[in-house]
């Protein structure tokens, strides 16, 4: 079954410092997310992508974040430079065109910065 | 803005009890409604996905209801087992009046269900 796949699935960093979260989204869909999740609190949305361009973005995403689609099959998330308040788990997901849009997600990257 | 409930908070039954998981949200306007399993420290598994235009749909086990005049949604979890064990998460899923979906889910913060033998 076709699945999102994500890497690296645990990264610690010191502050400061920038890191690259990287995703494969499954093969044929266009439509992209990253979302993350703080230890013990919601899975917030912060930002989509459709036609190589950032489509929608939440107040959480400033700055400091990016992404990127550098090949037909990777999406990433850049933290320029990390904050303590950076550390959470990032979901990337991904949806077809057309259809209910449901969004599938993958096993997430856990973003340790100390 | 909208804000999704989820009660109880957490759940513990023996197994193969029925269960129902609650998901409340506050903005009715036209949305699909996604419920999804979260083992610990694992990513989001979606288990079904209701249309703004339907009532319910079943997935095995599973059955999820949709009222959109009352603003809730419902996961029924048939004859539990140990296995069903994890987090469960409704989000709400806008999309236009022309259905494209935004993509942009607001999620609750979960139901921690445990099943014991």
């Known amino acids: 079954e076709p699945e999102v796949t994500q890497t690296p699935s645990h990264q610690v960093t010191q502050m400061g410092q920038e890191v690259i979260l990287r995703c494969v989204p499954i093969?044929?869909?266009?439509?992209f997310y990253w979302y993350r999740q703080i230890l013990g609190q919601k899975v917030e949305f912060l930002v989509s992508f459709y036609n190589n361009e950032i489509s929608e973005k939440s107040e959480i995403f400033d700055d400091q974040f990016s992404v990127e689609r550098p090949d037909g099959s990777n999406f990433t998330l850049k933290i320029r430079s990390t904050k303590l308040e950076d550390s959470a788990m990032y979901f990337c997901?991904?949806?077809?065109?057309?259809?209910?849009?449901?969004?599938?997600f993958g096993e997430g990257s856990r973003l340790t910065v100390l | 803005k909208q804000e999704v409930t989820q009660i109880p908070a957490a759940l513990s039954v023996p197994e193969g009890e029925n269960l129902v998981l609650n998901c409340s949200f506050t903005d009715s306007a036209i949305y699909n409604l996604q419920w999804f399993r979260q083992d610990p420290g694992k990513g989001l598994t979606s288990l079904l996905l209701i249309q703004s235009s339907q009532r319910e749909q079943t997935s095995g086990r599973l059955n999820a209801s949709l009222d959109k005049s009352s603003g809730r949604s419902t996961l029924y979890i048939a004859a539990s087992q140990p296995g069903d064990s994890a987090t469960y998460l409704c989000a709400d899923h806008p999309f236009n009046a022309g259905g494209t979906s935004y993509g942009k889910l607001t999620f609750g913060q979960g139901t921690i269900l445990t099943v014991h033998p």
């Open positions: 997901a991904s949806r077809a065109t057309g259809g209910p849009g449901e969004l599938f």
């Open positions: 093969s044929n869909h266009l439509y």
